[in-house]
């Protein structure tokens, strides 16, 4: 892991980190990598409501309601990306 962070490192020394576009791509990214997250947690919450489902549990109200949640936590971060990726389609059409 280190020879791995070594190496990321050194192909990040010429960014400047207060440069608008790096801070876009970093959250970009960081955006990316948390609607990932949240997708394998609605995957794994339709199992589970799924397998409650087929044993007879009906009401299974908090798992549901964690879908929910993480439903509209995957639209919040799904219209940060959208503004973002615009931002950065503007900025590249610009230059």
Do not use: C, W
Request: proline share 1%.
């Amino acid at each position: 892991m280190m020879e791995l962070a070594d190496s990321l490192l050194a192909r990040t020394t010429m960014l400047d980190p207060n440069d608008e576009r790096v801070l876009e791509d970093l959250m970009r990214g960081l955006l990316t990598l948390r609607r990932h997250r949240i997708d394998q947690e609605m995957e794994y919450y339709r199992f589970v409501l799924l397998e409650m489902q087929e044993q007879g549990d009906l009401k299974a109200t908090q798992e549901t309601q964690t879908v929910v949640q993480l439903a509209k936590a995957r639209r919040y971060i799904d219209a940060a990306l959208k503004e973002y990726t615009s931002r950065a389609a503007v900025d590249a059409r610009s230059t």
